[in-house]
């Protein structure tokens, strides 16, 4: 939605005012509605789709391959598609980066381990299929559901082949669930004295900047950062905002969690 | 996983297929749509509610209604259609396949799938059981997968045989519920317990295979043949035969995949010692030599031929190649526990890590010393079970008993152990040739299970004893089926060809014929065997105007008769030659063409396949022309009667002069042969006299060579290098060709080492030139027979040439090291010979005369061929050899003599004798040698074994090569009541 600058400066105006009057007449934590459904491409081990209400989609999918674990050093591999953007456009190798750091970071590779040389490499692949408004923290959710829902084949053959040379052999049917340490991502927008959640696109059109929080296992953990939202009012930010959105992600994240999971 | 159903339209539904493939390591996630359909009919003619929904297939036919509606009663009266297990025909398969069993029976399609992958010959009889007894015992494939009454899911932690055994079960209870009204009972056949107590459980009627066979009428004949299985319920009554003795487990696919790709185990086939038969010698890339596998628990219940995983035994187990002479007859008689068993309980604790060092040392180990690497066998991918021949050991027999008892079977082939059997006529089958099918090999048992399938004859009587050999070197010796019959052309020996080859009429019926040349003006005869009947070859040479000779080699067209892709063709491709046995012929073509249509018989028309060339004086060739053609042979000659025509000098007719001109290149062909390096190689080949009028044999003689074989050897050699490289021009990468690579030095090295010590000659082996030279110069003055000897040993040092498409080796590999020519193939004996068959048709396509079928231009397919070829090939040639051996024996039977034979081998117990008069060779055991066995000395680098004679105080040395005088006799071997030959040193 492209804005006049009387309306912009309008809805600045709303948003910095305490509490903030954010235009959908949401408080400053509250979240947008969203549906996730999971599990929905049979050839992948694990999918998710995401949908906001304001029209944002999203598809995730997970496969899996195994791998000589001396061969390959990185076990993650994110890659992002956002419709309408290029693949070397700045956003989508932002949001690729950010991705592909937060997960190699929080997740503990070891926990995708088979025997003493072999693990799972995972491969996720994110489509954005239409955006309104920063996708990051709808990626976030999608790759946690998928990941939550994913389904490696199960290994029959020994797990200690260090001495004794075996290749690893799974089960012809069964499944078992993946075990893992998911992250998730929330991008606050920054207005003023206020920090707000979620931010519409037509909110981080006007926000005066960004903050990425990740949560991982049960704490806010690294990285943190900040996240420009848009070129014309981003300015720096002041570390009250920071601990504040710290603060606000601290009570957030567990409810978020826990409605994903439900 | 949530599986869906969807309906796509009336009728048809689709579903997903989720499984996950383990290969090379990785894991695929495999996802399959899954169509369901409710056309699939019950296939039973009683059924009147499947006659609604059947539909056509794409060749617009309705499926045919097989199974009858007054099926077999059981002996309570009731009527039973039979639903198999996958186990049961996997097992049973010779049962199913019994005329006297088994009626109206349903294979339900995921139980023949498992077949299919388990073992696909078993999967093709099966076949060709439900396609061809419609009449007689009525077996259908029921499509229980894409009906949708009787397709089931798979549930979580279900595995896959346990729902597979559940789709079996939904189909019996289906096919119980369609024909209820019909008074047909389901009756599901397994022999997996589970299976058949959870049928039971659901109220399904279910039967073990052996409680099945006691509900028919006709019980008592069929229950010999019930394969011996280590079943659960033999398991429990069955002690005596496990005793304390286990062989060591196989490893896990997991290891045995992982072992292979880190380099510390390896795969190759097993070839059992036939001297003996706890020895095994396993090829495996990397190694320069095969190694050596030893005793009982490392062969841990490999069969000779099996594919196998082996892993190298630690160094301190190496050892030299055994030095004992051992068979599986004489070996444990009483089956006593064996004595150096349990000494090889060895803790096996070297890593992988040391394992692939030890690698480095056992290649280094193989090309010095006579110490060789050990290995012991871990897996078995591939079992080469086939039926086997046999007979009951006496001794293994308890002639009191009538009911059924164990009883070892030994069999003919003496590298493989003794197998176990049930029957209950075992005092009737005493002294009979048994065929008998191996089924398992479980690890508490010292000797492999098996069952009876049938009786040959008795022991020593022509029948068995040939019927037995053809078995036992898998020959196809079935009459020809009537689909290959059909093949023939419909005027059978009325055929003719025809008169003038420009006639418009002929031209109609068959258009090719505009391009035969006519070339029955030239005076063309045969040369063959005496009595042969399948003429392949006619020759004919003409002196040209220019000094030069024209000579035409002429094949007969089998190609003619023969097209491509007809069952008749695919009868042939599978027989792939014709078998020679010494009273009997195992033809791969039809009689009327092998004897008659394409046999070139003198004077009548014919039609063959000419390779004519322009020699000059020298045999040189000018030029070289292929054409099909039409001839008329002038005579059909004997060697013996071409060879006094030709010495016949009143004789000077043009066909005489031509003979001779024939004569005369060839031996210059001869001459450039031998030149070039070609071999000179010997076999004892004896022929079998037989009584005409009794056919008994009579007496043996050694082969006798006339300068007219090798007139026409030569002729036909030619032709064929000449074939060969016009095939390969126009096919450079399918013409079917033969090899003969040249032998590894290796192969040599005991024999020359032999020659070394006790005659100070050595063979070279740089090239076969130098090797035909180092052969002429093996010559001992004070023995002519010397020679041979060392031709006939080397023989054996040599490649078995063999069969391949041009494709698969580089030009260079293309050389036969034995002719000493660069290409060759096999053109001249298309009658008796597949690849013939192949050259002729390649040859054609070459000349444009029709265009080559797609089968022979196909890699893969080529590869089949060849590879069956030369199985056959090998096969046939052992067979005939054993027919030989038999019917000497049975001329020696009558005639016990002294002859003179040589020692070419010395073991620690005996040494092997070959007595060239009946090209026969021996074991002469230790024990028949001396009366003080523990006297005995021997030394392996002398290659002497030293003993005091019977009745005699002074020693004696028998070294290799020794001439010495033997009796021999034909003996029958009371154990195995086999007849061999005895030697004893005199």
Known sequence: MVMSLTEKRYLQECLISKPPLRPDGRNDDQFRPIEVFTDFLPTSNGSSKIVASDGTECVVSVKSKVVDRSLEDDLIVVDVDITGRRDDSPLVQEIASILNRVLLLQIDQEQLRLTQKYSFKLYIDVLVLSSYSHPLTLISFAIYSALNSTQLPTLISSEDDLDVAELPTFHDYDMSKLNIDIPIMFTLAVCGQ????????????????????????????????????????????????LAESIRLIEILAPKVLQALDG | MVLRRKRLSEGLTV?????????????????????????????????????????????NELPNFVLSESPQKLTDGRKHYVVLDANIVLQAIDLLENPECFFDVIVPQIALDEIRNVSYPIYTRLRALCRDSNDSKRVVVFHNEFNENTYVERQPDETINDRNDRAIRRTCSWYADHLK?????????????????????????????????????????????????????????????????????????????????????????????????????????????PVLILGQKNLNRAFNGDQVVVELLPQSEWKAPSTVALDSEHFDVNDNPDADEGQNDRED??????????VQDAIQTQKSGRIQPTARVVSI???????????????????????????????????LPKIRIRTRRARELLNKRIVIAVDSWPDAYKYPLGHFVRELGEVESVEAETEALLLEHNVEYQPFSKRVLECLPGEGSNWKAPENISDPDAITK????????????????????????????????????????????????????????TPLDAEGASRSTSVYLVDKRIDM????????????????DRYAFSVLWELDDNANIVSVDFTKSVIRSREAFSYEQAQMQIDDQSRTDELTQGMRALLQLSIKLKQQRLDAGALNLASPEVKVHMDS???????????????????????????NQSVARKIYDAFPQTAMLRRHAAPPATNFENLNEMLQLRKGMSISTESSKALAASLDRCVDPSDPYFNTLVRIISTRCMMAAQYFYSGAYSYADYRHYGLAVGIYTHFTSPIRRYCDVVAHRQLAGAIGYEPLDLTHRDKNKMEFLCRNMNKKHRNAQFAGRASIEYYVGQVMRNNESVETGYVIRVFHNGIVVLVPKFGVEGLIRLENLTDDEQAAEFKAEEFKLSFKPKGSESPKDIFVFDKVNVQVKSVLDPVTSKRKTQLLLR
């Open chain 2, 693 to 719: 009028e009794t056919s008994d044999p009579g007496e043996v003689e050694v082969k006798k060579l006339l300068a007219t074989n090798s007139l026409v050897e030569e002729f036909m050699l030619l032709a």
């Open chain 2, 15 to 59: 579903t997903q297929k989720v499984f996950v493939r383990s290969r090379n390591g990785g894991a695929t996630k495999i996802v399959r749509e899954h169509y369901l359909r409710n056309d699939i009919p019950c296939l039973s003619r009683a059924c009147k509610k499947c006659i609604h929904i059947v539909v056509p297939d794409a060749k």
């Open chain 2, 381 to 415: 991918t591939r079992r080469s079970w086939r039926q086997y021949v046999g007979q009951l050991a006496t001794n293994s027999v308890d002639l009191q008993n009538g009911g059924t008892q164990n009883a070892f079977v030994i069999l003919m082939d003496k590298c």
């Open chain 2, 349 to 358: 604790e070297i890593s992988d890590k040391q394992r692939r060092l030890l």
């Open chain 2, 181 to 289: 009204e019909d008074e047909i009972n389901i009756l599901l056949v397994t022999n997996d317990r589970g299976n058949l107590e959870r049928a039971i459980e659901e109220g399904l009627e279910a039967k073990s295979l052996a409680d099945y066979i006691d509900l028919l009428p006709q019980s008592d004949h069929i229950k010999d043949a019930l394969p011996n299985m280590d079943t659960f319920a033999s398991r429990d009554k069955d002690v005596e035969a496990r005793s304390e003795f286990k062989f060591p487990d196989y490893y896990s696919t997991a290891r045995v995949m992982g072992g292979i790709k880190s380099g510390v185990l390896y795969q190759g086939s097993v070839q059992i010692s036939e001297y003996n038969f706890l020895e095994g010698l396993v090829s495996l890339p990397n190694f320069s030599k």
């Open chain 2, 589 to 604: 073509l039809p009689m009327l063409l092998g004897t008659n249509l394409c046999s070139l018989k003198p004077y009548v």
């Open chain 2, 510 to 565: 068959d258009p090719l014929l505009a391009k035969r040349r006519d070339l029955r003006d030239k005076l063309i005869c045969s040369i063959d065997p005496p009595g042969c009947v399948d003429i392949d070859d006619a020759l004919h040479a003409k002196q040209l105007p220019n000094g030069n000779w024209e000579v035409g080699v002429h094949i007969a067209d089998v190609t003619h008769f023969v097209k491509a892709n």
């Open chain 1, 194 to 241: 206020n920090v707000i959640v979620d931010p519409a696109s037509s909110e981080s059109d006007v926000a005066s900047n960004g903050i990425l929080v990740t949560w991982c296992k049960g704490k806010v953990g690294a990285p943190i950062r900040t996240l420009s939202l848009n070129e014309e009012y981003t300015r720096g930010i002041h570390p009250d905002r």
